[in-house]
């Protein structure tokens, strides 16, 4: 079948593949969406640990100068894990594989714990780059739902599983005082309880994938074929390079690493200057955080629509024009208080679930299904490795000229890139 197109959108491959598909409201795709959504939702409320709790770490640990590079070191572990997870994708299955990367987030982020607990700025980073891994299971259920909700409503079923990121993403870093009383109360540094909370949803995300993965599981694995290995023979190098070639799954990448570099930056050290200005304490710095990471994954259903009905490139293009705006009023406002820098994180949220949303579905669609997994791999690999060199020059643009250069920067990076959009697009 041919994928629906849209004015301004690259041109898309053909596919000679059906998609699967849907079997009514109770049947196996609804199931598979349904855990996803679950898994990830649980699983989300894991991911402060390393973006919000490892800046304030790396801060306390070895200076200011060096708050980026935890952030850094997770989403370097990000990219590497994609390529496993996507990897693993063909040969266990996208839950399997979804399993094994939350199981390696725990893992890391126990070795932060010990980091913690040693004052190993060393292991610290070691720990953020394994911790990686749960990021990359939460992040990659995205195309597993794009996958179950086929080609008419790839947008809106990745849309909604996006948006159950925001049911724990938002929550968690509001845990940041909470969970740290918790975790002095247990003879562990404050900073670790955030690493605690992520080990305990990482697990129950992980359990709940596996279940769902095995067709044996009552009522759990209805989904089962729908998150399991693809049939077929097994996807050469030579058919990735090719499907590499398609115009939109080039601009697609760019546009997912741009998106998250603007983002991760940014992010890498808004937290050290909040808490580095007027002393404002580690609740509200949370409930900032926790509006942020809200306009990134709340517009979810309604972005996935967008995306779907007037084509992912218009998505991404708005999304880049917002995260301009973002770095613009973070040059003009004070974002040393609370409220000026609310709105510039909250405009930068929604401007990251638009590209990423569009940039998602763009990839998802823009190449035959059995080399889905191994594109996708790809578009992940580019944002950590985007985000990855982004965060630690972030903490040292503001280290020379504040938080407003590094806004400027953001800002025009994303002008930059929609831009470039534009020219990709044009007719």
């Avoid at 009552?218 to 050469?236: F, Q």
């Amino acid at each position: 079948m041919k994928p629906t197109s849209h004015p301004g959108d690259p041109v898309v491959s053909d596919r000679a593949e059906t998609e699967p598909t849907g079997e009514g409201p109770a049947g196996p795709r609804r199931v598979a969406l349904v855990l996803l959504a679950l898994a990830t939702a649980v699983g989300s409320a894991g991911l402060a640990a390393g973006g919000t709790a490892g800046a304030l770490l790396g801060a306390e640990l070895a200076g200011t100068e060096a708050a980026g590079l935890p952030l850094g070191a997770l989403v370097v572990g990000q990219a590497a894990s994609a390529v496993l997870v996507s990897r693993g994708t063909a040969r266990i299955g996208r839950g399997r594989s979804l399993a094994l990367g939350y199981v390696l987030g725990i893992v890391g982020a126990a070795v932060v714990i010990l980091a913690a607990l040693g004052g190993s700025f060393a292991a610290l980073l070691a720990g953020s780059a394994a911790l990686g891994a749960g990021n990359t299971a939460v992040f990659m259920a995205r195309y597993a739902a794009a996958e179950a909700g086929g080609g008419a409503a790839r947008g809106r079923a990745l849309g909604v599983v996006l948006f159950s990121i925001a049911l724990g993403a938002v929550a968690s870093p509001g845990l940041l005082g909470p969970s740290g009383e918790a975790a002095r109360a247990v003879g562990l540094p404050p900073l670790a309880g955030l690493y605690l909370v992520a080990i305990l949803c990482f697990g129950v995300a992980a359990l709940l994938l596996s279940a769902a993965s095995n067709p044996k599981t009552p009522y759990l694995g209805r989904g089962g074929r729908l998150l399991g290995p693809p049939c077929g023979p097994r996807v050469t190098r030579e058919e990735i390079v090719v499907g590499m070639d398609a115009p939109s799954a080039r601009v697609a990448v760019l546009a997912l690493a741009a998106t998250n570099l603007v983002m991760v930056a940014v992010m890498a050290v808004a937290p050290v200057h909040l808490v580095a200005h007027d002393g404002h304490g580690l609740g509200p710095v949370g409930i900032v955080v926790g509006l942020h990471v809200a306009g990134m994954f709340a517009p979810s259903p309604v972005s996935g629509w967008a995306a779907d009905r007037v084509g992912p490139a218009a998505v991404v293009g708005v999304g880049f024009l917002l995260m301009a705006a973002s770095g613009f009023l973070g040059v003009l406002l004070d974002t040393g208080a609370l409220a000026p820098m609310t709105l510039v994180l909250l405009a930068l949220g929604v401007g990251w679930n638009l590209g990423a949303v569009g940039g998602s579905a763009m990839l998802a669609g823009s190449v035959p299904r059995r080399l889905r997994a191994h594109i996708e791999g790809i578009g992940e690999v580019s944002m950590g490795l985007a985000a990855g060199a982004g965060a630690p020059i972030a903490g040292l643009v503001v280290a020379f000229g504040g938080f407003a250069a590094l806004s400027l920067a953001g800002a025009l990076v994303a002008t930059t890139a929609a831009l470039v959009l534009a020219l990709a697009c044009r007719p």
